[in-house]
């Protein structure tokens, strides 16, 4: 088959094809102290497609992307989208 599954970034959405280059990001299963406490780590592996199924692994089309879910980890501690509940005053 031409395409092993259709996978999609989790950033942007971008589909992704057979020729590219796409990394894997996990949070915070590398020291999980406490099972409690949010992702605290940030790993990114380079494509594996025996792992990429796994439901804790983000995938990632580039290194664009791979920026955009650091500053969201950074910056929220998860890969989601920033969540808009009206104004927040922090
Ligand atoms: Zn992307």
Same mark, same amino acid.
């Given at each position: 088959?031409?395409?092993? /599954?259709?996978?999609?970034? *989790?950033?942007? =959405?971008?589909?992704?094809?057979?020729? @590219?280059?796409?990394?894997? &990001?996990?949070? =915070? *299963?590398?020291?999980?102290?406490?099972?409690?406490?949010?992702?605290?780590?940030? !790993?990114? &592996?380079?494509?594996?497609?025996? /792992? !990429?199924? @796994?439901? *804790?692994?983000?995938?990632?089309?580039?290194? =664009?992307?791979?920026?955009?879910?650091?500053?969201?980890?950074?910056?929220? =501690?998860?890969?989601?989208?920033?969540?808009?509940?009206?104004?927040?005053? &922090?």
């Amino acid at each position: 088959m031409a395409w092993d /599954e259709s996978f999609t970034c *989790d950033i942007c =959405g971008k589909m992704k094809l057979e020729s @590219n280059h796409w990394w894997m &990001v996990t949070l =915070g *299963d590398v020291f999980c102290f406490e099972a409690d406490q949010p992702p605290k780590h940030f !790993s990114i &592996v380079p494509w594996n497609a025996s /792992e !990429s199924r @796994n439901e *804790d692994v983000h995938h990632i089309c580039g290194e =664009g992307c791979a920026t955009k879910a650091l500053e969201r980890f950074m910056s929220t =501690g998860t890969l989601a989208k920033e969540v808009h509940l009206g104004s927040m005053h &922090v």
